[in-house]
């Protein structure tokens, strides 16, 4: 009972739910958005029991673990930037890592690239990161105690909670994928039968491993019965996770990567994400143009944007990889306002670019991940994306421990000298090494202005992430859009190579497009394009705005 009253409480108070319309939900006090309702109202009642933005940030990701089994997770990783009211911001990478036996060719067989083993094996799990993660942040910064985090996913896991239609849909299309692994069928299917909306899912073994885990702490997941149980799934399917793989595992503080785009502080991620390099890049190179002048959506506009994300992911590719293992990565000349500039004069106003398929090409990369922003009533602010890489990652359940392992080692590049036009890299700064964090494209980010933040942010969406941070960031800063009109702008991106401008459906007029192919792009329609869940805060501090993407189903903004 009292379970249940923690979980309706903020209903029960002045809480807004997002309206119709391009009109962000509007608070004064806080703001939890996820990309799942009953998750973002686990995160705003650890605030009404006097938590911090950190610990309604950790109980929000451990509820979507449970309501959002294609991304929420504990058996994944990923990053998160804090910034306090008072005191400097950090950042907590819990990146997956490679195993100890992992090596730069692990998914080759017999000399030969092996796409199962990269993407859909038990190799292709890296040792996961989440919780190690959130405890350590909550340690550093939480106030309430860690069980009290835990518990409301803990209580849905056991009790049960109800199939959306978005869960349902998004189950029925991943089933067919999870037949190889019966605990994976058990948990996410009525003895193999599809669930429906408004079906109860119980999630008992889930509930144990989130118990064993708000009792001791991350010691209930890398070492113990989970670990037992974990290490038990890796022998029999030929993975190389082992119980001192995920004893050795830590979560690590780094500094956050700072820049300024038109005098507003950009605090964001750095390495072993290549998100906030990407989108750093990507600003500095537009702050000189005038875009508001161009005009949002014209082809002038997407043109620019174009060829900065060209740029900058010529430059991901290059030379990011694992800080701790590149030890020769230019990340601060990258992000430097006189590289950008050097850049900017390479592009030509009504030229496209031509990125060269003869050195590089890029796999497919899945869209499933995860973000979340939340501001407390003292302004401590926490942007945390994290992700399984696929949705449901390697669709493999840890049986008798109810969670989805990542199929991150897919994020490494396939193996060494492997680059080739079919879609494979093999440069070095991101092959799999022991121990190693595959490189990513995640990119919490937080916007600071006299002192207070401004906007928080986040996405999935692989390597459109930063293009779509960016343009977001954008929207608000030069377009004047409110949160909500910015997340619901139609979005562009360009990777280099593939050498495709790639824009969403129905996004853009066909003038428009016929122009920009009339530049030398290649434009290709996709259907959508992220997931960014934001807060803003008004220029006083008073007020804040939540906005959730309506490309994804069960997203809410939920303020006080
Ligand atoms: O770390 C990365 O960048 C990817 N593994 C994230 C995957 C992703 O965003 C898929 N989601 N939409």
Redesign the pocket.
């Known amino acids: 009972m009292k379970r249940l009253a923690l979980l309706l409480l903020p209903l029960l108070t002045s809480t807004c739910l997002a309206e119709a319309g391009s009109v962000p939900v509007r608070a004064r006090n806080s703001m939890v958005v996820s990309q799942n309702a009953i998750a973002s109202q686990v995160g705003a009642s650890m605030l009404i029991a006097e938590g911090n933005a950190m610990d309604a940030a950790v109980a929000t990701a451990f509820a979507l673990a449970v309501v959002m089994p294609s991304?929420g997770n504990i058996g994944g990783?990923?990053f998160l930037v804090y910034r306090p009211a008072r005191g400097e911001p950090v950042a907590y990478d819990f990146?997956e890592t490679a195993p100890a036996r992992a090596s730069p060719t692990m998914f080759l067989r017999e000399g030969k690239y092996d796409r199962v083993r990269h993407h859909d094996s038990h190799l292709a799990v890296g040792v996961p990161g989440t919780v190690a993660g959130l405890h350590r942040a909550w340690s550093e910064h939480g106030n309430l105690p860690w069980e009290s985090l835990v518990e409301p996913a803990i209580a849905i896991a056991r009790e049960g909670f109800m199939v959306t239609d978005g869960l349902a849909r998004s189950l029925q299309k991943v089933l067919p994928e999870m037949q190889a692994h019966p605990a994976s069928l058990a948990q996410f299917s009525r003895g193999g039968d599809p669930y429906e909306m408004g079906d109860l899912l119980i999630q008992t073994d889930l509930a144990d491993t989130l118990e064993r885990i708000a009792e001791k702490g991350a010691q209930g997941f890398y070492e113990g019965t989970t670990a037992r149980l974990i290490e038990k799934e890796m022998e029999r399917g030929g993975g190389l996770i082992t119980r001192e793989d995920l004893k050795a595992y830590r979560a690590l503080r780094r500094t956050p990567l700072r820049g300024e785009y038109r005098g507003i502080e950009v605090l964001t991620m750095p390495p072993p994400?290549?998100?906030g390099v990407v989108l750093l890049e990507v600003l500095n190179v537009l702050e000189e143009f005038d875009l508001p002048g161009m005009g949002f959506g014209s082809a002038a506009y997407l043109h620019h944007l174009a060829e900065a994300m060209r740029r900058a992911f010529a430059d991901r590719a290059r030379y990011l990889g694992d800080p701790d293992f590149v030890k020769d990565m230019p990340v601060l000349r990258l992000v430097s306002k006189e590289y950008a500039a050097t850049l900017r004069d390479t592009i030509r106003p009504r030229r496209a670019s031509v990125s060269n398929p003869s050195t590089f090409e890029w796999p497919a990369?899945?869209?499933?991940?995860?973000h979340l922003s939340v501001v407390d009533s003292e302004r401590n602010a926490v942007s945390l994306?994290y992700?399984?890489?696929?949705?449901y990652g390697s669709k493999i359940v840890v049986p008798g421990a109810g969670f989805l392992l990542?199929n991150?080692m897919?994020?490494f590049n396939a193996g060494p000298g492997l680059t080739n036009a079919e879609g494979l890299i093999g440069t070095e700064p991101n092959l799999a090494a022991p121990r190693k964090r595959?490189?990513?494209?995640?990119t919490p980010t937080i916007l600071v202005r006299d002192g207070r933040p401004l906007l928080l942010l986040g996405?999935?969406?692989?390597?459109?992430?930063p293009s779509t941070v960016a343009q977001t960031i954008m929207n608000v800063v030069d377009f004047k859009m409110n949160v909500q009109e910015a997340i619901d702008a139609p979005r562009v991106h360009h990777q280099w190579l593939p050498d495709l401008l790639r824009y969403e459906r129905n996004g853009f007029s066909p003038d428009t497009l016929d122009i920009l192919r009339e530049w030398g792009h290649a434009v290709d329609e996709v259907d959508s394009m992220?997931?960014v869940e934001a807060v803003a805060v008004s220029d006083d501090g008073g007020w804040l705005e939540g906005g959730s993407d309506r490309r994804r189903p069960d997203g809410a903004a939920i303020g006080r």
């Open positions: 991304a990783g990923g990146r994400t290549s998100g990369e899945s869209a499933e991940t995860t994306t992700t399984l890489e696929a949705g990542n991150e897919g994020d595959m490189l990513s494209s995640m996405s999935p969406g692989a390597r459109t992430i992220g997931a």
